[in-house]
């Protein structure tokens, strides 16, 4: 299965550390990258393959992976950390075929 | 700065083609180095991959929407259009364009653009 399945909604207290997980056989093989979206907004790249944070990103967002689990973990969350993370990997087909996982609603308290 | 811009119209008749196009700025789309692609996120859901295409002109896409996805590139322009036939009210969504890397991540998006399906 090409499928990457994700919570739908998680909810963090303000500078507590949330952990958001993706699943799926393609991850067995292939690194994800997660994506931070706002309302309104265009995603952002926060974590590219499996853990490294493109310029601009807070250390406060971290990747993991293991075996078929990919895993975003936000340490010391703030309040505008409140958005929709979504994860994606590429097709256990080998062809160049983009998969998304349903996304996670991140809710702040 | 790599730079990504979608337009075309916001209205679609039900039944008729969806044209996009993504003016790229920053960056040529003529390269080996990346994908040029389209996602898109009907309303309140997640983002669903709709199709890539190489500087070859090889395309990708999607396997539940192929039969009605045509993507292309104009070098000279530094565009790229996605056409998508025979519209239904399940088409109603942001469409984003994006540059996508070897690892098929999307490291740049367009702001997106809102297409609306009426009958």
């Known amino acids: 299965s090409s499928e990457l399945t994700q919570d739908p909604a998680v909810s963090v207290a303000l500078g507590q550390t949330v952990r958001i997980t993706c699943q799926g056989d393609?991850?067995?093989?292939?690194?994800a990258s997660w994506y931070q979206q706002r309302p309104g907004q265009a995603p952002i790249l926060i974590i590219s393959?499996?853990?490294i944070r493109p310029s601009g990103i807070p250390d406060r967002f971290s990747g993991s992976s293991s075996g078929g689990t990919a895993s975003l973990t936000i340490t010391g969350a703030r309040a505008d950390d409140e958005a929709v993370y979504h994860c994606?990997?590429?097709?256990?087909?080998?062809?160049?075929?983009?998969?998304f996982g349903g996304g996670t609603k991140l809710t702040v308290l | 700065q790599v730079r990504l811009q979608e337009s075309g119209p916001g209205l679609v008749k039900t039944s008729e083609s969806l044209s996009l196009t993504c003016t790229v700025s920053?960056?040529?789309?003529?390269?080996?180095?990346?994908?040029w692609g389209w996602v898109r996120q009907p309303p309140e859901k997640g983002l669903e991959w709709i199709g890539n295409?190489?500087?070859?002109?090889?395309?990708y896409s999607n396997p539940s929407l192929s039969s009605r996805v045509t993507i292309s590139m104009d070098t000279s322009k530094n565009q790229f259009s996605l056409t998508l036939d025979s519209v239904t009210a399940a088409d109603a969504a942001l469409y984003f364009c994006?540059?996508?890397?070897?690892?098929?991540?999307?490291?740049?998006w367009g702001q997106g653009a809102l297409v609306t399906v009426s009958s």
């Open positions: 393609p991850l067995r093989k292939y690194f």
């Open positions: 994606n990997s590429r097709a256990s087909s080998g062809r160049p075929h983009v998969i």
């Open positions: 920053g960056a040529s789309i003529d390269t080996s180095s990346y994908y």
């Open positions: 295409v190489y500087y070859s002109g090889a395309t």
């Open positions: 393959d499996s853990n």
């Open positions: 994006g540059r996508i890397d070897g690892a098929l991540k999307v490291d740049y």
